[in-house]
């Protein structure tokens, strides 16, 4: 009879590797079910992302050894688990909310991600109905995450709110203005699995705009590429996608959400872009304006310092320091020159020179004060694990975050 007993323990144990826990060996019965328990446990907490690690389980004398996460998640992980967000951000949007999230199940539907994909809508402190919609479609559907700020806190906070409650593998992103079709982001998706790409954005090379902003974007995108290196096309394009360990190492501040991509490559990132529609506005009125346009040249000012120095700042101020100070002690001679030898060398009416350098001067200081401004902002932030924005609730009620 205890034979028996042994040999049906011995043949339980073997099959504890079929689920994934490595060989053991253990004393009893008892020991390898308290084990077994144990390591269901475990499994659970690595199957919601709790833990990357599960510890050393200890049983007397008997020590299991690792399990890393990758391992519990491959084996026990459910096949309906979210492996796709599409992340929306909207701004008085009432009209095409609904639309759009008809669009983005369609699409999804009939995609390989179909049951494994969720969206996340974010009410960018809308003023036009646009939140009780949102709450509307998401109490509607199951797959669909809500979140509501509290104020107009522009784009970037918007995607960055999205981002923070995103599941996926994968995060794709849209605009609410139907302008972009939802199935653009699996021939992304398609792309970045053939070439290995970490981000795929898309390009919109037959634009539904006017002449003159379809020329002023590509004018701009010219000059971003020609700033930053980053080999893309059409940086405004709303449809991207990007692999999550990406956007989980990124911080998004001011609005640099159309620079996502640049900040990628800063990481390391591999770029791709593929071609996608466009479509001509149907409900509200554009966002964009010339006071855009002055935002863009100064976040690329900035990128422009990230991209050189942001682990050798003391190079960039150096440069300017020693360009100051030459070109006072080119003054300074002029000054001793002028006094000893009675000669006139910058004769002129008015000091039109020495404006000059003060202005040159003047703009360096600010440029230095904005930098250090900029950094001392985001030190604050990440020092206190603050976001950029404030949610003023969750659709529905009880949501689970994602990076947080």
């Known amino acids: 009879m205890l034979k028996r007993k042994h040999e049906d323990f011995s043949s339980s144990r073997t099959s504890l590797s079929f689920i994934g826990l490595p060989f053991l060996s253990y004393s009893s019965p008892r020991t390898y079910l308290t084990e077994l328990h144990r390591f269901k446990v475990a499994q659970f907490f690595a199957g919601f992302g709790s833990y990357r690690k599960v510890k050393q389980i200890r049983l007397g004398r008997n020590t299991a050894c690792h399990c890393s ?17 599409i992340v929306v951000p909207f701004y008085n949007e009432v009209d095409s909310i609904e639309k759009l999230v008809e669009a983005v199940i369609a699409a999804c539907e009939e995609s390989p991600y179909a049951k494994q994909w969720e969206l996340i809508c974010v009410d960018d402190g809308s003023t036009d109905g646009t939140t009780e919609k949102l709450k509307r479609v998401c109490n509607k559907n199951s797959f669909i995450k809500g979140i509501s700020l509290r104020k107009n806190f522009g784009q970037t906070a918007a995607l960055s709110a999205g981002f923070n409650i995103a599941s996926g593998d994968l995060i794709a992103t849209l605009d609410g203005d139907l302008q ?26 037959c634009r539904e705009d006017t002449f003159v902003r379809s020329k002023l974007s590509q004018a701009a995108n010219w000059i971003i590429r020609w700033i930053t290196g980053v080999p893309v096309h059409d940086l405004g394009c709303a449809t991207k996608v990007y692999k999550r360990e990406i956007i989980r190492d990124i911080r998004l501040y001011g609005e640099m959400h159309r620079f996502i991509v640049v900040l990628a490559m800063y ?11 466009h479509y001509p506005r149907k409900f509200g009125k554009s966002k964009y304006g010339l006071d855009r346009t002055i935002r863009v040249i100064c976040d690329l000012t900035f990128l422009y310092y990230l991209k050189k120095y942001r682990t050798r700042p003391s190079h960039l101020f150096s440069f300017f320091a020693i360009l100051f100070s030459t070109l006072q002690l080119a ?15 910058l004769r002129t009416s008015l000091p039109v020179w020495l404006l000059f350098l003060m202005t040159l001067q003047l703009t360096w200081i600010m440029f230095e004060v904005g ?6 902002t985001r ?9 950029i924005y404030r949610v003023r609730r969750y659709f529905p009620d009880q949501t689970k975050i994602g990076f947080q």
């Not at 003054?331 to 060398?345: D, T």
């Open 331 to 345: 003054l300074m001679v002029f000054a001793f020159l002028s006094k000893f030898l009675g000669k006139e060398i």
């Open 69 to 85: 996460f990758s391992t519990l998640e491959t084996n026990f992980v459910d096949s309906n688990r979210v492996r796709l967000s």
């Open 267 to 277: 990481e390391g990132a591999k770029i791709g872009e593929k071609e996608v529609s």
């Open 371 to 376: 930098i250090l401004a900029e950094v001392i």
């Open 379 to 387: 030190t604050y932030y990440e020092s206190q694990s603050k976001p």
């Open 180 to 205: 972009n079709d939802p199935k653009d982001i699996f021939g992304l998706i398609e792309t970045m699995d053939m070439s290995g790409y970490d981000v795929v954005s898309g390009w919109r090379r």
